[in-house]
């Protein structure tokens, strides 16, 4: 008795031969999963990457016409590899001593870490806000054909 079954109980349930191909469907499967993750991880770690190199920067805009216009320059000075625009966001901020709320859009901004400067620069000279919002964040990790197609896309 094997696992609390008796010897023969395999053998009438389909014998040898279910069993058999079972295990061959299971070991087809388990090929196929292994084979897809180990590429995968094989890709990860074949691509370098310097965390930092990149950056994802936010802006805020008083409405669509302006986002897509500062956008549009970003993207066709070589400041950034893509912009979203992110619509309708709500803000809340404190503007001169008062609560402020305000409908806005938000400007997702990929791009160089050294690029920041010039990005917040062109931003500033081109944004209708006395202040304008432009804060960035370094990217640790990504997706490596991505992280080398916004590398690619915003020269040094």
């Not at 079972?22 to 995968?40: C, D, N, P």
């Not at 992110?86 to 503007?95: L, R």
């Not at 305000?102 to 209708?128: C, F, G, Q, W």
């Amino acid at each position: 008795m094997r696992f609390g079954l008796p010897a023969t109980e395999g053998l009438q349930a389909g014998g040898p031969l279910r069993a058999l191909f079972v295990i061959a469907l299971l070991s087809v499967l388990m090929l196929t999963l292994l084979r897809t993750v180990g590429l995968r991880a094989f890709s990860m770690a074949s691509e370098t990457y310097m965390s930092g190199t990149h950056s994802a920067a936010f802006v805020t805009c008083p409405n669509e016409q302006v986002a897509k216009d500062l956008a549009r320059g970003i993207v066709e000075k070589k400041l950034a590899a893509c912009v979203n625009i992110v619509p309708k966001i709500t803000s809340v901020y404190e503007w001169q001593g008062k609560i402020q709320e305000d409908s806005e859009v938000l400007l997702m901004i990929k791009t160089r870490s050294s690029k920041v400067a010039s990005l917040a620069e062109y931003v500033r000279s081109n944004h209708p806000y006395e202040v304008a919002e432009v804060i960035s964040l370094p990217i640790e990790q990504g997706n490596p054909p991505y992280l080398k197609w916004l590398g690619d896309a915003v020269p040094e």
